[in-house]
C-alpha cells in the first residue's frame, strides 16, 4: 500500500488524515474504517504502532467494492495536500554509505579519504522534519552552504534490538523519501547534529509504501534535481552497508521502535562536491526522487 498524511479543503475540515493512494485517488481510511465499523488509527504512526492487524484491516478497506464507498471517502490526488507521513520517534541518518560520496566528501567536507569499515551514524531531531511541498527554511545569518541530499528512508514496523541481519527486514514497515538537508557551514568540532537539525532540514515523503510492495529495496534508482536540473542520479545497490546491515548495527545498541526512519544515506553529486561548489538559495525547488516511491519536492525559502 502508499500511504499518507493528507489535508483537504473539500470538507472543510484541515485536520490531517490517513489515506492510501491508489491509482491517483486518495482513498480517506477513517471515513472507510467508521462506514465499516472497523476500528483503525487515524495517524499513521499509531497505524504503524498497531502492527500488522491494522495493515490487514486497511487492506480489506481499499480492496471492498468501489461502488459502496461513502461520501467523503476518495478525493482526487490533486486535490488534497500531502503532510509528512508521520512524525518519527527517532531519525538516524547514515553518511558515508555510497563509495562515490566518500570520495567526493574527503575533497569537500574534509572527512576521511578511506571507506568507513562500520557505519557512520548520526541524529536528526523529530523537529526537522517537514512535508511535501513545504518549505526548507534557509537563514543567511546561519548557513551560505546548504545543502541537498536524496536518500532512500527505511521506517521501522516492529521493535528491534540486537537484531540478526537475516531478521532485519522483518522488522521494517516500509519505505519513504528523505532528503538530508545540510548547513555544510555548521559543522561543529565535526559534529552534525546542528549542520543538519534544523528546523526544516528533513523534508519527508510524499508517501510510505509498505514493504510488500517493494521487491528489492537494494535495487532502486534515486535522484535528485535542482529547478529542474539533475544532480545526484544512482541506485540502492551502490551503497556501502546494505540496509540489513544498518538495522543489524544500529539495534545493536540502540533499540529501533515503530516508526523510527533511518535515513540509509546520500550518494555522490551534492552541491559542497561540484566544481565550484554550489549551495541552495531562496527560491530554489529541490525534488527528490526515488523508484517506486514517488518524488518529494519542497522549495527553498528565506528564514530571516
Known sequence: MRLLTFTTATTGDRAPRLGADVDGLVLDLGVLADHAGVGLPRDLLAFVQAGPAALEAARRLVDADPAARPAGAVHRLEDVTPAAPLR???????????????????????????????????????????????????????????????????????????????????????????????????????????????????????????????????????????????????????MLFPIARLIADISSGVTLEPGDVIATGSPSGVGAGMVPPEFLVPGDTVEATVERIGTLANPVVDAR
Not at 575533497?107 to 511535501?132: H, Y
Open 88 to 238: 518519527p520517534g527517532k531519525i538516524i541518518g547514515v553518511g558515508l554509505n555510497y563509495v562515490e560520496h566518500v570520495e567526493e566528501s574527503s575533497r569537500s567536507l574534509d572527512t576521511d579519504k578511506e571507506l568507513p569499515p562500520r557505519p557512520v551514524l548520526f541524529s536528526k531531531p523529530a523537529t526537522a522534519v517537514t512535508g511535501p511541498g513545504a518549505p526548507i527554511l534557509h537563514n543567511g545569518d546561519l548557513t551560505q552552504q546548504l545543502d541537498w541530499e536524496c536518500e532512500l528512508a527505511v521506517v521501522i514496523g516492529r521493535t528491534a534490538f540486537r537484531v540478526s541481519e537475516e531478521d532485519a527486514y522483518g522488522h521494517v514497515f516500509g519505505y519513504s523519501i528523505v532528503n538530508d538537508i545540510s548547513a555544510r557551514d555548521q559543522r561543529r568540532s565535526g559534529q552534525w547534529f546542528f549542520s543538519k537539525g534544523q528546523d526544516s532540514y528533513a523534508p519527508f515523503g510524499p508517501v510510505v509504501v509498505t514493504a510488500d510492495e517493494i521487491a528489492d529495496p537494494m535495487d532502486l534508482d534515486l535522484s535528485l534535481r535542482v529547478n529542474g536540473v539533475t544532480k545526484q542520479k544512482s541506485n540502492t545497490r551502490h
